[in-house]
């Protein structure tokens, strides 16, 4: 199968970016995902990014996409204490509905 | 219905017994999915369905594990002989067949094994 991997944990003070990384090894993805899992609660979806994208851009956050080195990275600008959460990288392989690859997820933890 | 709806969302179950995980898709989406979190782990791929047929089923991890999906709509994930290591949370997922790219995320289903 596919790797994703991302580290565990991220802690931030409130009102500072955040920067989540993530390495991935499908070189045929498609889109790349980045979900927010509150505690009790689903996975969120944040925002993706086709793969012939290098950046996007959505209010708070920032998606880079480095596919030669295969590095997602998710920038939240100005994280508030509401931003806790788990983090979650994946990738969608070659075909559209295929099956998504998550990471482990990073625990964001903000201080006030 | 509006998202992706699971049931129950709590079960304890004894070990050895079996147990039907539910989940209702997005009205229209024809792609399934069935992913398990473990406590600090990622999402472990199950299986995943297109309309009523499963072309991945590769994430099972035992024979004790079956899905399927009826009506291209509702689909039930049974455990039987549940053991403690079957503990975890159960999310669905669904999508569209039209390219969209989202897959829309149930709240899934906290099965305990005691």
């Known amino acids: 199968g596919e790797d994703v991997e991302q580290s565990l944990f991220l802690s931030v003070r409130e009102g500072d970016s955040s920067v989540i990384n993530c390495t991935y090894t499908?070189?045929?993805?498609?889109?790349l995902y980045w979900y927010k899992q509150e505690p009790g609660a689903g996975l969120q979806l944040l925002t993706y990014?086709?793969?012939?994208?290098d950046m996007k851009q959505d209010q708070r956050l920032t998606v880079l996409l480095n596919k030669k080195d295969k590095h997602l990275s998710l920038r939240i600008a100005d994280t508030q204490t509401g931003d806790s959460a788990i983090y979650f990288c994946?990738?969608?392989?070659?075909?559209?509905?295929?099956?998504?690859?998550f990471g482990r997820g990073t625990q964001l933890t903000v201080w006030p | 219905g509006a998202g992706v709806s699971q049931s129950p969302s709590n079960k304890v179950t004894e070990k050895g017994k079996d147990v039907e995980l539910r989940c209702d898709p997005i009205?229209?989406?024809?792609?399934l999915y069935w992913y398990r979190q473990s406590l600090g782990q990622g999402l472990e791929f199950l299986i995943y369905?297109?309309?009523?047929?499963?072309?991945?089923k590769s994430g099972l991890p035992s024979d004790r594990f079956s899905a399927e999906r009826t009506g291209g709509s509702v689909s039930t994930l049974t455990i039987q002989r549940t053991q403690q290591e079957d503990s975890a949370v159960y999310l669905c997922?669904?999508?569209?067949?039209?390219?969209?790219?989202?897959?829309?995320f149930g709240q899934g289903t906290r099965l305990t094994v005691v």
């Open positions: 499908d070189s045929s993805s498609t889109y």
């Open positions: 369905f297109q309309g009523n047929s499963a072309p991945d």
């Open positions: 994946a990738e969608r392989e070659g075909s559209t509905l295929g099956r998504l690859y």
């Open positions: 990014i086709f793969s012939n994208m």
């Open positions: 009205s229209g989406h024809t792609a």
């Open positions: 997922a669904s999508s569209s067949w039209t390219g969209q790219t989202e897959a829309f």
